[in-house]
């Protein structure tokens, strides 16, 4: 895992770039995760703008950890929420992890359950994992 990693003309920024050699077994060898500690939701200008980052490295997972979570409402997939059905259907998830989920994490195996779990709903549903 390295961070806070600049492309070659400081025109990007990744938070972090993870390796998973075999730690999470159910998810893709490489991926990459933004964080914010907003208190505002992440609105769709900068979801869409880290999912550019992904789809341009063909990183088939984006972490999105967001203290407030994403813009929209879940049911109607909606402002930045939208975003992940276009990432999907170009083959990267989008899974989404938020305050109270970070809190409820007590063991390493725990972030592995989370993970799994939310870039399955991914998956599945052609959305967000969150």
């Known amino acids: 895992m390295v961070?806070?990693?600049?492309?070659?003309?400081?025109?990007?920024?990744?938070?972090?770039?993870?390796?998973?050699?075999?730690g999470f077994?159910?998810?893709p060898n490489e991926f990459l995760v933004e964080?914010?500690?907003y208190?505002?939701?992440?609105?769709?200008?900068?979801?869409?703008?880290?999912?550019?980052?992904?789809?341009?490295?063909?990183?088939?997972?984006?972490?999105i950890v967001a203290k407030?979570?994403?813009?929209?409402?879940?049911?109607?997939?909606?402002?930045?929420?939208?975003?992940?059905?276009a990432a999907s259907a170009m083959g990267c998830r989008l899974v989404v992890i938020n305050r109270a989920d970070l809190l409820s994490l007590t063991t390493a195996s725990d972030l592995v359950d989370l993970l799994d779990t939310r870039y399955l709903q991914a998956f599945a549903?052609?959305?967000v994992g969150h």
């Open 3 to 22: 961070g806070d990693i600049s492309s070659d003309f400081a025109a990007e920024q990744i938070d972090i770039a993870v390796s998973n050699r075999g």
């Open 25 to 27: 077994p159910a998810l």
């Open 35 to 37: 964080c914010k500690n």
């Open 39 to 63: 208190a505002a939701p992440l609105d769709s200008k900068s979801v869409g703008y880290f999912l550019f980052i992904c789809l341009s490295r063909g990183a088939k997972l984006a972490v």
């Open 68 to 85: 407030s979570g994403l813009t929209g409402d879940p049911g109607e997939h909606n402002h930045a929420l939208s975003l992940a059905k």
């Open 125 to 127: 549903s052609g959305g």
